[in-house]
């Protein structure tokens, strides 16, 4: 059974940064995206960054765009997310996700329907 489990969330201040983590087992192939998605109060799921396990390709939002960074470890199946200069609007739960080897891809890996397999989430708080 697949599964996902993110770690590293906090509190921190503003341009403070956090090192999110997601772990994952039950992979039965090997070509699969796995991407970081956050919901705040009130908003909709929104898409940050994803990457490919194979080969790391990778796909980040202009939200977020040179400050997270998306990268793999495809021997522990895991992906991190290093989110520098952290904004109060940046709070959220922050959870990883995939889905289906032709399903799920770089190409549409921000629309959230298309995640099958989610992550417990981990809570981001930035807070003076």
């Known amino acids: 059974q697949l599964q996902l489990v993110e770690s590293g969330g906090g509190v921190v201040q503003p341009g403070g940064s956090l090192r999110l983590s997601c772990v994952g087992s039950?992979?039965?192939?090997?070509?699969?995206?796995i991407g970081w998605f956050r919901e705040a109060p009130g908003k909709e799921r929104e898409g940050l960054s994803c990457i490919r396990m194979s080969d790391g390709r990778s796909v980040s939002a202009d939200s977020v765009k040179g400050r997270f960074t998306i990268s793999r470890d495809s021997a522990k199946n895991t992906i991190s997310l290093q989110m520098n200069s952290l904004k109060p609007e940046d709070t959220a739960v922050y959870y990883c996700?995939?889905?289906?080897?032709?399903?799920?891809?770089?190409?549409?890996?921000?629309?959230?329907?298309?995640?099958?397999?989610w992550g417990q989430g981990t809570q981001v708080t930035v807070s003076s």
């Open positions: 039950g992979f039965t192939e090997d070509y699969y995206t």
């Open positions: 996700a995939t889905g289906p080897l032709s399903y799920y891809t770089t190409r549409n890996c921000f629309t959230s329907t298309r995640a099958t397999d």
